[in-house]
């Protein structure tokens, strides 16, 4: 079954401690990989996305993400974080074909805190 | 980039009336857009595609004569939440993909709809 696990439900830490957000994934195929950030109320922001080539993804906001076919994972970083950061991220993955990407697959989130 | 409105953001309704959500792609043209429905500290689930000009597909399990979908226009996509119940009370959100530009596969976001059903 294809399936997006983000093991964390809810992560704290201080402002200007680097970030790791968990995504495992379960897919067919090789998958289109998101990551996205909702803050309370809002709707989501793409932070990145992996399609294909260098696994290594830059985003916006500092954040980067790996993709790791051997361990169906997709690690959200990010050196240092702000105290703008707290908010919700979202892991999805998506079919690998031309078209619409509307039948994403979410993962239920991480919550992320950030002391001062 | 491309920007997905949604509106209202917020509305609250009496139970058994019908409420209806638009949602807009402002700088592009979307022959698709999708609704999503939210639950609190819950992930985001596909009710529907909604296909301009013809009839949207629903996912399994959600009510097409509850969730009336309508994409009238390549910009506009409404969601008609008929006799609604507190049950129906949730988060709803939609999406479009910019398939004309470097975008394409890249869905954008509305900011959402919070129903609340008294």
């Known amino acids: 079954a294809q399936s997006v696990t983000q093991p964390d439900i809810h992560i704290t830490v201080s402002e200007g401690a680097s970030l790791e957000l968990r995504c495992n994934y379960s897919?067919?195929?090789?998958?289109?990989l998101f990551w996205y950030v909702q803050s309370p109320g809002q709707g989501l922001q793409l932070l990145l996305k992996y399609f294909s080539g260098d696994t290594l993804v830059q985003g916006i906001k500092g954040f980067e993400a790996e993709f790791k076919r051997s361990q169906s994972s997709f690690n959200l970083r990010k050196p240092s974080v702000h105290w703008s950061d707290a908010a919700e991220y979202f892991c999805?993955?998506?079919?690998?074909?031309?078209?619409?990407?509307?039948?994403?697959?979410f993962g239920k989130g991480t919550k992320l805190s950030v002391k001062p | 980039g491309a920007v997905v409105s949604q509106h209202p953001s917020r509305v609250i309704c009496k139970s058994g009336t019908s409420v209806k959500i638009e949602c807009r792609s402002l700088?592009?043209?979307?022959?698709?857009m999708f609704w999503y429905r939210q639950f609190p500290k819950q992930s985001l689930m596909l009710m529907a595609t909604s296909n301009e000009g013809s009839k949207a597909t629903y996912e399994q399990g959600v009510e097409k004569d509850k969730f009336l979908i309508n994409h009238a226009s390549l910009t506009l996509s409404t969601l008609t939440v008929t006799s609604a119940h507190p049950e129906d009370s949730s988060f709803y959100i939609c999406?479009?993909?910019?398939?004309?530009?470097?975008?394409?596969?890249?869905?954008?976001f509305g900011a959402g709809s919070r129903l609340t059903v008294l």
């Open positions: 999805a993955v998506g079919p690998n074909y031309g078209g619409s990407q509307g039948n994403l697959i």
């Open positions: 897919y067919g195929a090789t998958p289109y």
């Open positions: 999406s479009a993909a910019d398939q004309g530009g470097s975008g394409a596969n890249v869905l954008t």
């Open positions: 700088d592009f043209q979307a022959t698709t």
